[in-house]
């Protein structure tokens, strides 16, 4: 089966960096994405790797090492919109994303 | 309306009625799919249509039964729930299923099953 592992949970204050780890063990791998949750709210495409290194947009950006079965969402320049679940999805087929249960990240003031 | 859009937003059944869940996309797009999300779980693919073909049924139980009338329009039908079935439904749509190809979610269904 597909195994992707993320912290359940982070706390950072405004401004301030957080950086969130994803691990992964699946049968392929095609890709990494990350989206972004809110609370009773459609999950939203942040960030896309397939190959190694790092993918910066804004704010946002999302690094990946295939040898190691590692990503990461390194968020900048905390803000209170940015509390939310943050969603680590590895495509490990044709067409299929593998989920792992999110990371809870509250920004504090 | 833009995107993906699902209805109802909220919906509450009994184990013995049949109820549907619908999605709808204006996004021009191939593929959709239904996932299920349970409190504290990663989301579950339960089926994927591309081109109004099911290509993926992911070991889910016969009361749920999904139909793709065409390539916008995607139905979750649901009959004789449990009670652990009760989740957030959530709908995605993507331009095919090419590897970069990323998914657009619905706003989802939160469907409780007393």
């Known amino acids: 089966g597909q195994n992707i592992d993320q912290p359940t949970e982070m706390t950072a204050t405004e401004g301030a960096i957080v950086q969130i780890n994803c691990t992964y063990q699946?049968?392929?791998?095609?890709?990494l994405f990350w989206y972004q949750q809110h609370a009773g709210e459609a999950p939203t495409f942040l960030s896309y790797?397939?190959?190694?290194g790092l993918e910066e947009k804004g704010r946002f950006s999302s690094f990946l090492s295939r040898s190691k079965g590692y990503s990461y969402l390194l968020l900048k320049e905390l803000q209170m919109k940015d509390s939310a679940s943050y969603l680590c999805?590895?495509?490990?087929?044709?067409?299929?994303?593998?989920f792992g249960a999110g990371t809870t990240v509250t920004v504090r003031a | 309306e833009t995107g993906v859009t699902q209805t109802p937003r909220h919906l509450v059944m009994g184990m013995t009625n049949k109820k549907s869940l619908k999605c709808e996309q204006h996004?021009?797009?191939?593929?959709m799919y239904w996932y299920k999300q349970s409190a504290k779980k990663p989301l579950e693919l339960m089926f994927v249509?591309?081109?109004?073909?099911?290509?993926e049924n992911n070991s889910v139980p016969s009361r749920f039964s999904p139909e793709c009338p065409n390539s916008s329009h995607l139905f979750l039908h649901l009959h004789t729930l449990q009670p652990e079935d009760s989740a957030l439904y959530l709908c995605?749509?993507?331009?095919?299923?090419?590897?970069?190809?990323?998914?657009?979610f619905g706003p989802g269904t939160r469907l409780t099953v007393l």
């Open positions: 995605a749509s993507s331009q095919g299923l090419a590897e970069d190809n990323e998914q657009f």
């Open positions: 699946t049968s392929g791998f095609n890709g």
């Open positions: 790797n397939v190959l190694d």
């Open positions: 999805a590895v495509r490990d087929g044709d067409y299929k994303l593998s």
């Open positions: 996004l021009g797009h191939n593929a």
């Open positions: 249509y591309s081109l109004e073909e099911r290509v």
